[in-house]
């Protein structure tokens, strides 16, 4: 299987160590054939998230000088939103949603929410899940509500790490993605999913993307975990959205 792009990769606009230009020379160097420049949204704290919206102007137009030094790249502009809310709210105005190639929609920690119950519920439930199985249970729920809430509302090409410290329904999130478009993803930095995850998605006719979330030029097209895992849990080309 070739794997022909990255759609989910950092910069120093969030937390990422490279430019814009550092990343797509790392896609060009290895030669992939797309990259998808999607830093972290702004609702997440203690500088990991772009300072604001407007970043992402700046972002378009670092992609567009990019893009002319590397004219074989196809350079496409996203974000790593973050879920604010139950009810599926994410940090990124519509306005700005129509100016994105990409909308990747992930749970992340520290993200400030849009009402503070809902972040005390969901971090509540994070944190101490491993107290009681009903806390469990809470937790699963409602990071599966938020996550399904989000797919269903807006157009969201892919769910990074779904599973990830947050436990999640695969199998609902999964569902609720294949009727909307939205592939899962296999994050190749987290490894967190598991070959019987994969299949359970899988089963629900969802599609995955294999991405690097590289937060350093060099990891950029980092997909032999992903491509090793998707061979295991028996993935064919056609499944997988950056494959071929
Ligand atoms: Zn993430
Ligand atoms: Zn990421």
Known sequence: MELFADYHTHTRHSHGKGTVLDNVARAAQIGLEEIAITDHGPRHMLGIGIRSLAVLDKTRSEIEAAAAVYPHVKVKLGV???????RGDIDV????????????VGLHLMVKPEQWLDGLNRAAAHFLRGLTPGLKRKARLLNTE??????????????????????????????ACAARGAAFEINTSHQHMTVSLIKTAANEGVKFAISSDAHQPSRVGDFAYGVWLAGQAGLTPEMIVNAR
């Open 93 to 104: 105005a519509p306005e700005y949603i129509e100016k994105l190639d990409l909308l990747l």
């Open 146 to 175: 938020a996550l399904v809430n989000a797919v269903n509302r807006h157009p969201i090409q892919i769910v990074t790490h779904p599973g990830h410290r947050f436990d999640i329904d695969t199998r609902a999130l999964a569902r």
């Open 80 to 86: 790593e939103a973050n879920v604010t809310s139950i």
